[in-house]
């Protein structure tokens, strides 16, 4: 493990670079960026949600990364459960820094993001800290200008959100390209996943959805969890694209890999388990690659997701 860049650390405070931005740093101001001129996207930022704690969202977010980056794509992987991070952890990964020193001024983007396995880059979020659960205006503005800074290096941005439902995290969601809803079987899952695609819907009529279905018991649990979902969601929310990713079934390897901090899909690359991942981040990078393509063409490309994120376009 080892940090992208050697450069040294910049000590400043919170107040001082709360200011600076991307626009800023190439002479613009920063208003008029926002305002007036949106700043296409080059990075897929991928959301992956779930309204109840604990549905598999960072297995799946560091196993998808992980194979991702194998596959060539660029994908930088960001903990934004950022006050109780583990996406580290189970990428086997020590970072000396975290999150709360970007968002201080203490360090740098550059400083911060760590190299995971297949050179997947990693912002991890701080263990334990409460005052980064709910960050203010400030400092997510600061945190998704400093990110907008290294974002053209990316093919795709994945955002492991934290559970539920709170403006922070809605805004988080509603920024983005994409959106992955973790769910398992379970109703009360389901509840809660229909609750963040209701609350996202309201702020992004156009949001795409990609729903996983974790733990699954057997071959049919998945397809069953997305009809009942689809029913709930046509009937009440009107049209809404929603797709089914995949699904993985509750499994003995992904308990073990978890055990051993490495994700499933590198230590038991035969598991079903990982078949199941690998199928999945294949979709994932066969939309990429139609989705960049899409980009370069439109007339009105989708904005960048920090741009977006920064500026308070959605929540
Ligand atoms: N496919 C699976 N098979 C077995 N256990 C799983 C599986 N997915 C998740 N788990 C269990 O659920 C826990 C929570 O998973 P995690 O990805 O950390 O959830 P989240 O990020 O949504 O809070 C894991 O630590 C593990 O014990
Ligand atoms: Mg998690």
Redesign the pocket.
């Known amino acids: 493990m080892q940090t992208v860049s050697k450069k040294k650390p910049m000590h400043r405070k919170l107040a001082d670079v709360v200011k600076l931005s991307a626009a800023e740093v190439r002479g613009e101001r920063i208003s008029d960026i926002q305002e007036e001129q949106s700043i296409p996207a080059t990075s897929q930022a991928i959301c992956v949600a779930?309204g109840k704690?604990?549905?598999?969202?960072?297995?799946?977010s560091t196993n998808v990364g992980v194979l991702l980056a194998r596959n060539g794509f660029k994908v930088t992987l960001i903990d934004a459960?950022l006050g109780l991070a583990?996406s580290h952890l189970l990428l086997g990964l020590d970072p000396t820094h975290d999150v709360s020193q970007l968002i201080n001024g203490e360090l740098l983007i550059e400083d911060v993001l760590v190299e995971g396995p297949h050179g997947l880059k990693v912002l991890p979020g701080g263990s334990g800290i409460a005052e980064l659960a709910e960050l203010g205006e400030g400092q997510l503005t600061y945190l998704a200008q400093q990110m907008l800074r290294v974002d053209e290096e990316n093919d795709i941005t994945l955002v492991?959100c934290s559970?539920g439902i709170t403006q922070q995290v809605l805004r988080f969601m509603a920024s983005a390209h994409q959106l992955v809803v973790?769910t398992t079987p379970e109703v009360t899952s389901m509840i809660d996943g229909y609750a963040v695609i209701k609350n996202v819907h309201k702020l992004r009529p156009d949001i795409k959805i990609w729903l996983v279905v974790?733990?699954t018991k057997d071959k049919d649990d998945a397809q069953h969890v997305f009809e009942k979902m689809q029913q709930v969601v046509k009937r009440r929310l009107g049209d809404v694209t929603m797709r089914l990713l995949g699904s993985?079934?509750?499994?003995r390897y992904?308990?073990r890999s978890?055990m051993l901090r490495q994700p499933v899909a590198m230590i038991h690359p035969r598991s079903y388990?990982t078949a199941c991942f690998t199928r999945m981040a294949n979709t994932i990078g066969m939309d990429n690659r139609r989705w960049r393509m899409l980009q370069k063409k439109a007339a009105s490309p989708d904005p960048a997701y920090f741009q977006s994120l920064a500026g308070r376009r959605y929540g």
Request: proline share 4%; hydrophobic share 40%; no cysteine.
């Open positions: 779930s704690g604990g549905t598999g969202k960072t297995i799946f459960d583990n492991d559970a973790v974790n733990r993985v079934p509750h499994d992904v308990l978890i388990a």
